[in-house]
Each structure stands twice: as structure tokens, then as C-alpha cells.
């Protein structure tokens, strides 16, 4: 009877991971909102707090963000947003660092960053999809001391000499392992090992690194061709107070799940007793 037990609260266990492990997520060709996520992609700028508005935003989307950080993405109405940088620690009504407007499309996603030593705010429109079985991959140059730079996954160029600041278009490559070739200042290579998922999007950032060597960031854009966007990438404590993600669902499941299992191990208990 107490492996039954044990198999039943095992069984009960497994079910909760693969709930968990599945958060119910909404399609971006069908979705009623877009996507925003914010980044400090300046050298010279110093932490900052990222806003979003009009959304009476109290807290910050990203919070105490250093050079590197990107933030989740957050779902929003479609409209017009303007997006603020301040000084981290500040209040939400302090004079912002920097500013952009923007507006969103349902079932669209932007990155807002901030780039070059002037601390300048560009909205990139990012891609959700990939051809099928394909995944796409762009490059963002955010480097001052590598103002330049060239990528190639294997054989393939995903950009040449891309002066930053700047952004170069996704491109179709075949999914799986990889090496990213990384070739800054003309002089400096550096290889990146990459596994790639098929119908995902991605975004290699080049930031300043030590000396030549740049430091580079994989960012995950959206994983698989029906996924809610994510696409964070905390490097500089960055924080995310107002991201939201669909877990209701699975989290409701989560729990139903749990119930039945521990009144299973209850009567499997009774009956040992009785017995």
C-alpha cells in the first residue's frame, strides 16, 4: 500500500511540473494587444527607471537598469505610448533622462532602447514569427568601443560591418546548434555557441565588453510560432514590476491538480487503516 501511496503522490507531482512547465499563452495573429519591452543599450548612461505611458504607472517596467538590461515584454492596448527614462530611484513624475513615442499594433511587439552616447530612444519593431521550421535571427550593434561590427552564424551573414548604433533585419537560418563568429574591429573574433529553436525569433546584442572583446547577448525574442513574447534579459539588475504573463490558467489547473492528488493519498490512507 505504500508504494501505491508513493506512486500516487509521484503521479500527482510529475502533473503539476508539466502544468507548471506549460503556461497557456496567447497567439500573436489573434491577439487584441501588442507587446512592449524596454532597453538600456547606452555605454554612457547611467541606471535608469523605465516607463511606459499613459498606463498611471506608479512602479516602474524596468526598475534600476544598467547598461545590458532588457526587459520582458509587457502586453498592452493598442495605441500611443510614450516611453521615459529616468534617473533609477527617481519619481515617476521626475524629469525623464530621455523620451520616444510610440504607438502599438495588436499581435505586435517593439523594443524601446536607449542607444549611442547621446542616450537616444529607438523603437525597433520586433519580429514574433519565423518561416516555418526556420528560425530568424537579427543583430543590434550597441557597442562604443566596437563601433562596428560583422556576424556570421557558421557560414552564414546575419550582418556586415553594422555600425552602432543600429539594428540589421532578421534572417532566416536553420535551427539547431551553432556557432556565432563575432568579428569586431575588423581585427577580433570571438565564437558564441548557439542552439536555436525552430519558428523562434531572436536578437544578438553587441555591447562593450573588456578591451576588443565585445560582450555578446542571445536574446530569446518569442519561442515558437503561437507564443506570447518574453524576451528579457536582466544583466544590470533590471527589474520587470509590471510584466504580466497569462498563468491564471495553468496555475488554476496547478492547483486542481494538487487537490486531487493529496484526497487520493487520504483515502489510499483510510483504507490502509481500515485494513
Known amino acids: 500500500m505504500r508504494t501505491r501511496i508513493r506512486r500516487t503522490s509521484m ?34 548612461m547611467a541606471p535608469v527607471d523605465g516607463y511606459l505611458s499613459p498606463s498611471a504607472q506608479t512602479q516602474p517596467a524596468m526598475a534600476h537598469a544598467a547598461y545590458g538590461t532588457i526587459s520582458q515584454y509587457q502586453p498592452v492596448a493598442p495605441g500611443s505610448y510614450i516611453a521615459a527614462f529616468r534617473a533609477a530611484g527617481s519619481s ?27 542616450a537616444n530612444l529607438q523603437v525597433l519593431d520586433d519580429a514574433l514569427t519565423a518561416p516555418a521550421g526556420k528560425a530568424s535571427v537579427r543583430v543590434i550593434e550597441a557597442s562604443r568601443l566596437s563601433p562596428t561590427a560583422s556576424v556570421m552564424l557558421g557560414t552564414e551573414p546575419l550582418a556586415a560591418n553594422l555600425r552602432s548604433p543600429g539594428a540589421s533585419p532578421y534572417q532566416a537560418v536553420n535551427p539547431g546548434a551553432g556557432a556565432l563568429l563575432v568579428t ?10 548557439t542552439n536555436l529553436v525552430a519558428n523562434s525569433t531572436y536578437s544578438v546584442v553587441i555591447l562593450d565588453g573588456a578591451e576588443d572583446i565585445a560582450r555578446v547577448l542571445v536574446v530569446g525574442d518569442a519561442t515558437g510560432m503561437n507564443a506570447m513574447p518574453k524576451g528579457g534579459v536582466a544583466t544590470g539588475f533590471g527589474g ?4 504580466r504573463h497569462d498563468y491564471a490558467p495553468a496555475l488554476e489547473l496547478s492547483l486542481l491538480a494538487a487537490m486531487l492528488g493529496l484526497a487520493a493519498i487520504r483515502q489510499l490512507n483510510r483504507r490502509r487503516q481500515s485494513g
Do not use: C, E
Not at 31 to 43: F, N
Not at 184 to 193: G, H, L, P, W
Not at 240 to 243: F, K, P, R
Open 184 to 193: 569586431t574591429k575588423a581585427v577580433t573574433t570571438q565564437t558564441i555557441s
Open 92 to 118: 515617476a513624475t521626475a524629469n525623464p533622462l530621455a523620451t520616444t513615442q510610440l504607438t502599438v499594433t495588436a499581435g505586435q511587439a517593439y523594443t524601446v532602447a536607449a542607444f549611442g552616447t547621446a
Open 240 to 243: 520587470t514590476a509590471n510584466t
Open 11 to 44: 503521479v500527482a507531482a510529475a502533473l503539476l511540473l508539466a502544468i507548471d512547465a506549460q503556461p497557456i499563452a496567447a497567439s500573436a495573429a489573434t491577439s487584441t494587444v501588442g507587446w512592449v519591452r524596454l532597453a538600456q543599450l547606452s555605454p554612457t
